[in-house]
């Protein structure tokens, strides 16, 4: 978005922010137009937007709207959100932290495994009974997808950057899209991110097994869970040979599969 594009949008957030002192663009949210901190007359203040058009980006800042109530307790609240025809904003509540580190030697781990039990332990909102999870059962084997099914609220965006970490607690951030489905399934994506930073398939078990969802889980939805996300990021991949972390997680993906089927 150019510069002439984002003067409509600061104008729209504007009542909300009052006299905006300075606006620094981040890198946080791709599923987003725009994201960045704002300092201004009536506190710091980090906005997310997307162009007010049918799309998966409307789609997914409109859902992160709804959950928010429901998720405050693990990610930053929502103060406002605007919109009018060109334009749709959220303005959230900002917390100093820093990315987490998915490495073997991390101190962050436990925090991280702590947030996924934070999430899994939230009431399932009303507006979640219409997000069942079905992006991976188009890779699913015959009749395996009813194994990802569940009444669980799911983060699945998992990866170093949507966790943070600050000095007395972690947040989840970029609620871009959740969904309801099996419990275990942000434990699992949990894994191949793991794998892909560094942990051997054991080890990145090892971490997840800290989590009631991937515990209590039937052993064969976790194998067809992890066949069908082999598979998908393997597609993802191939479509996008020039995009070196979609190869990683491909291959961190294929070396879990390579682990269970031993």
């Known amino acids: ?26 890198s946080r949210g791709n599923g987003s137009d725009v994201t960045a901190l704002v300092q201004a007359e009536h506190g710091p203040v980090f906005v997310k937007a997307c162009a007010n058009r049918p799309g998966g980006r409307r789609a997914s800042i409109i859902r992160e709207r709804l959950v928010n109530p429901a998720v405050q307790s693990v990610s ?22 820093r990315s987490s580190d998915f490495g073997p030697e991390s101190k962050d781990l436990h ?10 332990a939230l009431p399932l909102p009303n507006e979640a009974g219409d997000w069942q999870e079905s992006r991976w059962d188009r890779f699913a084997g015959d009749g395996e997808a009813v194994l990802f099914e569940g009444e669980t609220l799911l983060f699945t965006d998992i990866n170093p950057d949507n966790v943070m970490i600050g ?8 609620w871009s899209w959740p ?3 099996a419990a275990f399934i942000d434990p699992a994506c949990l894994v191949v991110q793991l794998i892909a930073a560094g942990h051997t398939p054991e080890s990145a ?44 997680m491909a291959d961190a993906a294929q070396a879990w599969v390579d682990h269970r089927i031993r």
């Not at 594009?5 to 009052?18: F, I, M, N, Q, Y």
């Not at 930053?76 to 932290?97: C, Q």
């Not at 969802?213 to 990021?233: E, K, L, Q, V, Y």
Request: proline letters at 4%; aromatic letters at 10%; charged letters at 25%.
């Open 111 to 120: 925090a991280v495994v702590d947030v996924l039990n934070r999430i899994a």
């Open 167 to 174: 000095e007395e607690r972690a947040w989840a951030v970029d």
């Open 1 to 26: 978005m150019s510069d002439i594009d984002t003067e409509a949008l600061w104008a729209l957030v504007r009542p909300h922010t009052g006299e905006q002192h300075t606006i620094e663009p981040t």
């Open 76 to 97: 930053p609240a929502l103060r406002w959100h605007a919109e009018n025809d060109d334009w749709i904003a959220l303005g959230f509540e900002v917390v100093e932290g």
């Open 205 to 248: 078990e090892y971490w997840a097994g800290s989590c009631k969802g991937w515990t209590d889980a039937d052993t064969r939805a976790i194998d067809a869970f992890a066949a069908a996300t082999a598979r998908m990021n393997r597609v993802f991949a191939e479509r996008n040979p020039d995009a070196a972390w979609l190869q990683a």
């Open 179 to 181: 969904t309801r489905g």
